[in-house]
């Protein structure tokens, strides 16, 4: 059993910053790769970005590319995501996601989820 708890979610003005925190339980976490999803309001939930097992591998979304970096420290258990020049449409709830295949994009390949956290970039 898996457990993700996401932290670090809050208001910010456009063009700031916020790193997420993702809080991992069990002894799987070293050996799995992890993602970050976003969901804003009347939106499916999207892919933002996946990084491998050991953090050798990441993958960003387009949309994300050159602003937002993922990163882990498997001593602590914990994946974060730091997201930088933040957009207006950036605004969603932030999900934090352990992947059973690999670094993957695609949701059906995540089989835990954490509560999410919520970010507001306000213009």
């Known amino acids: 059993q898996v457990q993700l708890v996401e932290s670090g979610g809050g208001l910010v003005q456009a063009g700031g910053s916020l790193r997420l925190s993702c809080a991992a339980s069990g002894r799987t976490f070293s050996s799995s790769a992890m993602g970050w999803f976003r969901q804003a309001p009347g939106k499916e939930r999207e892919f933002v970005a996946a990084?491998?097992?050991?953090?050798?591998?990441?993958y960003n979304a387009d949309s994300v590319k050159g602003r937002f970096t993922i990163s882990r420290d498997n001593a602590k258990n914990t994946v974060y995501l730091q997201m930088n020049s933040l957009k207006p449409e950036d605004t969603a709830v932030y999900y934090c996601a352990r992947s059973d295949y690999g670094l993957a994009y695609t949701q059906a390949r995540y089989d835990y989820w954490g509560q999410g956290t919520q970010v507001t970039v306000s213009s």
């Open positions: 990084i491998s097992w050991n953090g050798g591998r990441t």
